[in-house]
C-alpha cells in the first residue's frame, strides 16, 4: 500500500503562519516539561489543530509559568518569564547574584540533582531519535564534587568600565566582580581585574586560568590570535574521564596489546600519556591541529623517553585520514562541540575498527556521528554509554560512548 503526504489544506496553513507571528507578545500560562539541549525549558502551546514548541531561558522543570511570546520561528517560539505561578519543586534563588543576565549559566536556578536527571533525559532522547533501534545500557553518571568553583579556566570580555560575560545571545556585557563557578583563585583575580584594569573603547578577551604550578594567570586572548589552546575545564571529572576511558579499553584489550591506536582530537595528550602509561607496548598515533597542543605533547613525549611508542601529527583530521592508515584495532576520538565531518566518520566507518571509543562535548553530534558510523558500518553495538557531569551549572556535559564490532 503506497503512502500519501498528508499536507493540511492551504487555508490551515496560512493561518498557522500568521497564527504564530500574531502570538508575538501574547501571554499564555504554562508547564516546563523538560529542559532542552542549549539550556532553555520546554513548554508547549495549543495553536490551531497542533501544539507549538516554546523554548524559555532560566526556567526549570515543571515550573508553571506566565510567559510572554519574544521571538517568532517557522515552527516554534521563544517566551519570557513574565510571571513564576508556581514554582518547581526543584527551583531555588541561584546562587550567583547575575545568574539571570549572564550567558554563562543555564542551569543554576534548579538543584543540581535535578540537572543530571535532566541530562540522563537529553541524552536519551536524542539517542532515541537518532538511534532508535540501538540497545545500550546508561551507565550511572559521574558527578563533580564541586558544583561551583570546579572550572580552572575562563574567559571574560572587557570593554569600557566594565568586564563580564556576554548576555545569552547578545555582545551586551554584564558586569562581574565573582564568578562562582570558577576556581577560587580565578575568582581573586576576576575581583582585582574588575578594579584595576583601565577603561578601554575596544572590546578585550581575556583568560584566566590556572596553570601547570597552580598559579593563578591571566591573558589578553587578542596576542594569541585566534585565542589559547583547549584543556578541560574541571580537573576533577576529567582525571574519571580519563581513568573510565582507560578502564574500558582495558575490558577491550589486553595490557600487553602491541598494535596501534589512532587518537583523533588529541589535543596536548589528556588520553594519550595515560593510554601509554598502561599499555606499554601500544603504539599511537595522534592527531592534534593546534601546533601549540602539539608542541607542548612533543616536549612530554621526549620527557617521558616515549619517542618509539607515542607519535604526535600537527594536521587536520580530515587530512590525515585520508593520507595516514588508521588503526584497524581501536580509534580513540575526541572531537569539539560541532563533532566530526561526515568524511571523517565515513573514513572511519570504512575502516572499520574492532573498537571506537568517542568522547563527546556535545551529546547531538553524539548521535548524528554514530547513527553516520552505523548506517555505513551495521555491525557496531554500544559497550559503554556514560555522561560525565563536567559543567555543573549548565547544560552541557561530556559523554563516553564506547563501540565495538559484534562478534
Ligand atoms: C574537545 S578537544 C579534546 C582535546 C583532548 N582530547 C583533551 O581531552 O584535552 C578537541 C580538540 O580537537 C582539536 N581540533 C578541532 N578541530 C580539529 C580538526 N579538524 N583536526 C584536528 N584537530 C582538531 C582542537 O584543537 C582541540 O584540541
Known amino acids: 500500500m503506497g503512502f500519501r503526504k498528508l499536507t493540511p489544506p492551504a487555508d490551515i496553513r496560512d493561518k498557522r503562519g500568521s497564527q504564530l507571528e500574531s502570538l508575538l507578545y501574547s501571554e499564555h500560562i504554562v508547564t516546563i516539561e523538560k529542559m532542552s539541549i542549549g539550556g532553555d525549558g520546554v513548554a508547549r502551546i495549543p495553536v490551531l489543530d497542533r501544539t507549538v514548541v516554546v523554548f524559555i531561558p532560566k526556567s526549570a522543570p515543571q515550573d508553571e509559568l506566565k510567559i510572554k511570546i519574544s521571538k517568532v520561528e517557522k515552527s516554534f517560539l ?177 595490557l600487553d596489546f602491541s598494535g596501534l591506536l589512532t587518537e583523533l582530537y588529541a589535543g596536548a595528550g589528556n588520553f594519550t600519556f595515560a593510554l601509554a602509561e598502561i599499555f606499554k607496548k601500544m603504539r599511537i598515533e595522534a592527531v592534534e591541529l593546534n601546533h601549540r597542543l602539539t608542541h607542548a605533547a612533543s616536549e612530554i613525549v621526549k620527557a ?64 548524528r556521528d554514530v547513527a553516520l558510523l552505523m548506517k555505513i558500518s551495521p555491525q557496531y553495538q554500544i559497550k559503554h554509554l556514560q555522561i560525565f557531569d563536567m559543567f555543573p551549572q549548565t547544560d552541557h556535559f561530556e559523554t563516553l560512548c564506547i563501540l565495538s564490532r559484534k562478534l
Open 78 to 254: 521563544f517566551g519570557e518569564i513574565v510571571q513564576i505561578i508556581k514554582p518547581s519543586s526543584h527551583r531555588r534563588e541561584p546562587p550567583c547574584p547575575v545568574a539571570f543576565e549572564c550567558g554563562g549559566c543555564s542551569w543554576q536556578q534548579f538543584s543540581e540533582s535535578e540537572q543530571i536527571r535532566q541530562k540522563e533525559l537529553l541524552l536519551k532522547e536524542l539517542f532515541q531519535k537518532f538511534l532508535p533501534q540501538v540497545q545500550y545500557d546508561l551507565a550511572p553518571t559521574v558527578v563533580s564534587n564541586q558544583v561551583f568553583e570546579y572550572r580552572n579556566r575562563i574567559q571574560v570580555k572587557h570593554l569600557h568600565t566594565d568586564l563580564g560575560y556576554f548576555k545569552s545571545n547578545s555582545h551586551e556585557i554584564v558586569p562581574i566582580t565573582d564568578c562562582p563557578i570558577a576556581e577560587a583563585p580565578i575568582r581573586a583575580k576576576i575581583a582585582e581585574l574588575s578594579r584595576t584594569l583601565k577603561p578601554t573603547a575596544d572590546l578585550k578577551k581575556y583568560e584566566i586560568k590556572i596553570n601547570q604550578d597552580g598559579q593563578v594567570e591571566h591573558y589578553d586572548i587578542g596576542s594569541f590570535g585566534e585565542g589559547l589552546a583547549f584543556s578541560q575545564v574541571n580537573n576533577y571529572v576529567n582525571q574519571l574521564l580519563v581513568e573510565q576511558t582507560l578502564k574500558q579499553i582495558q575490558v577491550l584489550l589486553p
Open 304 to 367: 617521558k623517553k616515549l619517542i618509539k611508542q607515542v607519535t604526535f601529527f600537527t594536521t587536520k583530521v580530515e587530512t590525515f585520514a585520508f593520507h595516514h592508515p588508521l588503526s584497524s584495532e581501536i580509534i580513540l576520538l575526541d572531537p569539539p562541540r560541532s563533532g566530526c565531518l561526515p568524511e571523517v566518520i565515513t573514513r572511519i566507518a570504512e575502516k572499520n575498527p574492532e573498537h571506537i571509543a568517542y568522547i563527546s562535548c556535545h551529546p547531538t553530534m553524539l548521535g
